[in-house]
């Protein structure tokens, strides 16, 4: 184990440690917060899509922020009921 630490991979685990540092500098001003994954190959013409865009938004009129991977289908559903509700959401894409 200690070979594998030599050079530039001993540096790796700080890169890591100071990643999540500062993911959760990031997100300590957030307060509640509910995190939605989900399919990425569901159209918004799913009733899953609908029904995850309807839940972000209800989450988001009860004061939680919603978190997500920024990718497509249900995480996406999730960004767009909470912009709809007029709440910025993490994992947003530009």
């Known amino acids: 184990m ?3 630490l ?4 001993s540096w790796r685990m700080f890169r ?7 993911g959760f500098d990031k997100l300590s001003n957030l307060g509640w917060a509910v995190s939605i ?6 159209p918004p013409t799913d009733e899953y899509y ?6 972000a938004a209800a989450l988001t009129a009860e004061g939680c922020a919603i978190i997500t ?6 995480m996406e559903a999730a960004n767009k009921g909470a ?3 007029g709440v910025d959401s ?5």
């Not at 609908?50 to 839940?55: C, D, S």
């Open 2 to 4: 200690i070979e594998d």
């Open 6 to 9: 030599r050079g530039d991979e």
């Open 16 to 22: 890591i440690i100071s990643d999540f540092t500062e």
């Open 37 to 42: 994954f989900g399919s990425a190959r569901l």
């Open 50 to 55: 609908q029904a995850t865009e309807r839940l």
């Open 69 to 74: 991977g920024g990718g497509p289908g249900i």
């Open 83 to 85: 912009h709809g509700a």
């Open 90 to 94: 993490v994992g947003e894409a530009p």
